[in-house]
């Protein structure tokens, strides 16, 4: 089993935030590979399905916490307990704001790097776990982190933003496979962190 865990706060007033893409993300794959229905276990929703790695079928969970962010290891913790899985069976989805817009990192343990959610994750199971990181910019000023990552995504970042979740859908097989690295290297083949940077310009959107 993989869990693919997706970090956001519950609820539709924080469904379109900044802080929400890693649960975007992973309601992105459950869509793309044809998962099951949503049900709520281990704090969270989960749905289950399969996804088609190079190597075989690999049985895959995806898990949005519904225990809040910064709470999040109190979810993941129950559903590595419960599979009796490792750390490395699970995948955490999350937003990163040392990325820019649209850029996208796979990372395996390391520090919470001040994201609370991380944070917790460890403090439940150790750090080894695989990370997901999908970037949406600092907004220059660390006072200005809490409302960046708690405000919406501006419509002009939609284009920039659906290239990177379908990707990251459509790539997943490379993750089941355990290739994390290829995963990576696929997901910004198909969307191109210069294409966020492009839309950018264009729009003449200030820098995040």
Known sequence: MLILAGLGNPGP???GNRHNVGSMAVDQIARRWSFGPERSRFQSLVREGTIEAPSGPVRAMTLKPQTYYNDSGNAVGEALKFYKLTPAD???FHDE????????????GG????NNGIRSITGQIGPDFRRARLG?????HKELVQGHVLSDFHKVEHPWL???LHACADAAALLAA??????QAEVMRLAPADKA????????????
């Open 178 to 183: 355990g290739e994390d690295e290829k995963y």
């Open 13 to 15: 007033r924080y469904a």
């Open 136 to 140: 949406v910019g600092h907004p220059g």
């Open 90 to 92: 699970l995948v955490v």
């Open 197 to 208: 940077d492009t839309r950018q310009q264009r729009q003449g959107r200030p820098d995040l």
């Open 111 to 114: 520090g919470a790097a001040g």
């Open 162 to 164: 659906n290239d990177l």
């Open 97 to 108: 704001i040392d990325l820019a817009p649209g850029r996208f990192r796979m990372k395996a």
